[in-house]
Each structure stands twice: as structure tokens, then as C-alpha cells.
């Protein structure tokens, strides 16, 4: 199954670098096209393992990073640097250290505000999710309010991180980016088999002698990683994740990481080069594929919490 | 051995637990008895380190539970806490073999494969090994929990209200099997239990609490009497003998 996944996403790749290409200027069609390539790549598979890697930690299978307002937090912090440091100021920073620099401020604050939710509230589900999505409002209503009381010419600046395109990317965080979502993938990769005992919930993991307070706070981290990485790329897309978690559950049929987290980070890759592909060179960009992914996501999100599979 | 010194616990300000101490006699069944409220599970989940302890020592066979890393006790006691829904869709073997986890990290080897059939076996599951674990009844997932416990193969095993959802037969079966675990296999287990008469015809050593505190202790035949249970649970009982155990009358 994997596999044939990874086939399916080499066409796709090949279909998309190479079709059309004339005798024109090859090496610079295909840097354009490669370097969409592998933002389109990069970030589905942030945000196919993050979705599985938070879904894990909170035992839930309809929630998912965005819906707990994680992008919601990384916009604000964006909001805050513009707002201390001026448009102007912020462009002067060097990209990669910036980037970094946010990722760590990221993963410390997530970890710890949704780590202390999530060892605290675990026995009330209910409270634990509303008090995200509540956060995650909070958030959206703080970095609103910071861009009302901004200069419009540096609003521009923190528009660009606030709403989801995948037509442009920022070239200079690719390396970063790429770089990094490496890392922390391999770093879930490496904790698959501890994640299937974390999985059965805090109880029988304890039993089982996992760590469970450090395992939770570590995987929060790689979650803020991840979101950071793909939020910075292309900005946040709350519902993705979710279609993305469900068909890997779906086309797995095993609870083990191993298999679910390679395959999220598939079927997210083949879903937005398809999705791209089909409405930049076929429908002539009549819509966009942020609007289409989050009107199917939006729905399968219904879908789950009509079938009663929130828990 | 497993001793207690001075454990008190509170959950959200109401304490639970009163300055404990006591002793889990090694190779033996034993009972923690008493009526809804007095404290049983919470002792239970302290001892099974599933609660961070707030104050007094715990140690299980030499191991203090607040300082041994989490993994080594693991392969000391094996907890089954009361049972809750598990996020995942897991086949029952699948969970069962999650029992081998502390002994192999994520490497499977044969033997481990092995015992991980002896477990479905002894609790009648190997029919059921394929099956979903939310596609099963309350009592067999029960069975399957317990057969995950059984898995882990330690010297201790610590359950909380094992009979909850088991019919009468897999209760008796569930109770011989324990009973064999401490008389031949030389393994000490703690359950708590709220059938009394389970713990009168298997128990070696019952201990009885009350509002937190520990208000008898010993042998089944030195606890369960008529004077001390009907002071436990504040209602009259009668308990006769049968077959050289005591059996308590308390329907009536």
C-alpha cells in the first residue's frame, strides 16, 4: 500500500516537473517548478505527521493541531515581531535564524501551554477541547486586533502569514524548512513504536513503563515544529490535516505509527501536487486549492462529529 | 513485599487517603476490600505509580516507586487500572502484545510472540484474536486487558476490579488462574474487589479500608467476620462457612 503510494506521488512529480516543457529555458522552468515541488511536498508532509503525532497525544481522532489554534499561535507571534520590530526591522533579520529562532519560541510556548492542558485535562475531554478551540479564538482575536493597530504597509507583511496560498511560497525558508521537517520527522520516525504505547492512553502506557509526561511534551514539540514549518510556507489550513489523519487511518487499517505516519505524509503530498496540478495547469487557477482542501476538509469534519467519533 | 509507610493522598482538596502503612505480603493473593469511597483504587494507583504520590514511600519489592525509572518497574509490576476506552483500533492481539512492550522496546522476538499466545489462550481469546477491540463485548475486553497484564510476566500484578463485566464462569476461571499464578508460579497479586466472596474463597491476605484508613487486616478468616464486615460496610451480614472458607451472606 505504501508502495503504491509512493509510485502514485513519483507520477505525479514526474507529471508536474515535466509536462509541457518545450525547448525554452529548461533550467529555470524546472527550478520554478522544483521549488514548488518541494514546498507543496514539505509541507504535506508537516502536516500529515503533525496531525497524527497530535491525534496520538490527545487520543482523539477528530482533532487536530490548527482546530487547537497551534497556527493560530505561530500567526500571533509572527503578528508581535511586526508589531516590536517594525515591517521594516523584521525584513532586515536574516530568514534562516529568524525561522529558527520562531521555531524554538513556538515549541516552547506550545508545549508548554497545551502540554499543561493535556497532562491536566485529560479525564475531561470535553473541557480539553473547547479550552483549545476557545485558545485558538483568543489567539485569531489577539493577532486581529494587533493588525488593526497596525501600519497598513506592515499589515501586508503579517497578511502574508495569515492566510493559506499555495501559490506563493517563501524560496528563502525552503532549505530551512525542508531541513528542519526532515529532523522532525525522522525524530516521530524513530519514536514510532513508543508512540503505539502512548496511544492506548496515559493508564496502560504508565503501566507499560513509557515516560509518559516526557513523551507527551516531546511529541507537543515536534507537533510545534511542524506546524510552524508549514504555517510559515504557506499559512494555516485548519481542515487538512484532518482529511489527511483519516485517510491514513482509512487505507491503513493498523494502528501502528509506523505504517500511519509515512502514510499521512503520502496521501497529504499526492493530495496537494494532484490539487495543485489540477487547478494550476488544468482549470487555469479558476479557485484555489486552500479553499477547495478546507470546504472538503470543513465537511469530512461534520461528517466525524455527526458519526459521533469524537471522544 | 510491597510496603506502605505513611501515604496520605488528596484529589482536589478532599483528602482520599489517610496516613497509610502497610504491607503486601510476596507470593501471596491478596484483597483490598471496602465500601465505594474508602480509598481502594487510589492506593491501588499509587502503588501502580498510575499517581503521582504526594506524600509518605512506596516501595515494590526493594523499588521505591517515586524514584525507580518508569521502564524498570514496569518489568517488577504489571497495573491494570479500571478500564477506559482505548483511541485506537486495535485487534485484541494486538493489544495483548502490547503486554511484551517493557520486556522487548518495539522488537517483538519469538519468545516473546509465544507467550503473547499463551495469554490469549489462558483467557479463552485466541477466537477473538482478530477481532476489533471496540467490536467485542464489555467482557471480553475486559478479558483482554487482563490478558495484556498477564503478558507482561512480572513477580507483581496489580488489578483494580478485575470481575468488572466478566459473567460468573470467566470471574471463577479469572480467580483460579491468579491463584495459580501465586501457588505455582511463585507471583504476589493485589486486585481490588467488590464481590467479597471472591475474595473470601481466594484470598490469602485481605486488607480493609474505610474513609481512607486501613480498619482490618490479616488472613480472609481473621477479616471476614460478621462483627468487622458489618462495621466495614455499616450493614448487618451474616457469614457462615463453606468448605473451611468463610462465606458471607449478604443478600438477605
Known sequence: ?311 | MIQIQGVSHAIGGTPILHDITTTLPKGRLTALIGPNGAGKSTLLRLVGRLEPLQQGRITVAGHDVATTPTDRLARVMAILGQQTAIASRLRLAELVAFGRWPHHKGRPGPQDQAQVWLALKAFALTDLADRFLDEVSGGQAQRAHIAMAWAQDTDWMLLDEPLNNLDMSHARSLMARLRGLVDQGGRSVAIVVHEINYAAAWADHVIALKGGRVVAQGTAAEVLTEARLSELYETPIRVGTHQGRPLVLHHA
Do not use: C
Open chain 1, 1 to 311: 500500500m505504501l508502495g503504491a503510494m509512493a509510485l502514485l506521488l513519483a507520477g505525479l512529480s514526474a507529471v508536474w516537473m515535466l509536462q509541457g516543457i518545450g525547448g525554452g529555458n529548461r533550467g529555470f522552468i524546472l527550478g520554478l517548478r522544483g521549488t514548488k515541488l518541494a514546498a507543496l511536498v514539505t509541507v504535506a508532509t508537516a502536516i500529515g505527521v503533525a496531525t497524527i503525532l497530535f491525534q496520538t497525544v490527545a487520543s482523539n481522532r477528530v482533532l487536530t493541531p490548527s482546530i487547537m489554534g497551534f497556527d493560530a499561535l505561530y500567526v500571533l507571534l509572527q503578528t508581535g515581531l511586526v508589531v516590536v520590530l517594525g515591517g521594516a526591522g523584521l525584513a532586515g533579520l536574516p530568514p534562516g535564524p529568524k525561522f529558527l529562532s520562531e521555531i524554538a519560541v513556538m515549541t516552547v510556548l506550545a508545549s508548554l501551554l497545551f502540554g499543561t492542558l493535556l497532562l491536566r485535562g485529560a479525564r475531561d475531554v470535553p473541557r480539553m477541547i473547547l479550552t483549545g478551540v476557545i485558545l485558538g479564538v483568543l489567539f485569531r482575536s489577539l493577532s486581529g486586533f494587533l493588525g488593526r493597530i497596525l501600519d497598513p504597509n506592515e499589515f501586508a507583511v503579517v497578511q502574508s502569514v495569515s492566510f493559506a496560498s499555495f501559490n506563493r511560497v517563501d524560496a528563502t525558508l525552503l532549505p530551512w524548512a525542508a531541513a528542519i521537517t526532515a529532523a522532525a520527522v525522522l525524530a516521530a520516525w524513530r519514536l514510532s513504536a513508543r508512540l503505539d504505547v502512548l496511544a492506548l492512553g496515559r493508564d496502560p502506557a504508565v503501566s507499560l513503563g513509557l515516560a509518559h509526561r516526557g513523551m507527551v511534551l516531546g511529541v507537543l514539540g515536534l507537533v510545534a515544529v511542524l506546524v510552524s514549518v508549514s504555517t510559515a510556507l504557506v499559512g494555516p489550513v485548519p481542515f487538512f490535516g484532518l482529511i489527511v489523519a483519516g485517510l491514513a487511518h482509512g487505507l491503513m487499517r493498523s494502528a501502528r505509527h509506523a505504517a500511519l505516519l509515512p502514510a499521512a505524509a503520502l496521501s497529504a503530498a499526492i493530495l496537494l501536487v494532484g490539487g495543485q496540478w489540477l487547478f494550476e495547469r488544468q482549470l487555469g487557477q479558476a479557485a484555489t486549492l486552500s479553499v477547495v482542501v478546507e470546504f472538503a476538509g470543513g465537511l469530512f469534519f461534520l461528517y466525524l462529529l455527526l458519526k459521533g467519533r469524537i471522544r
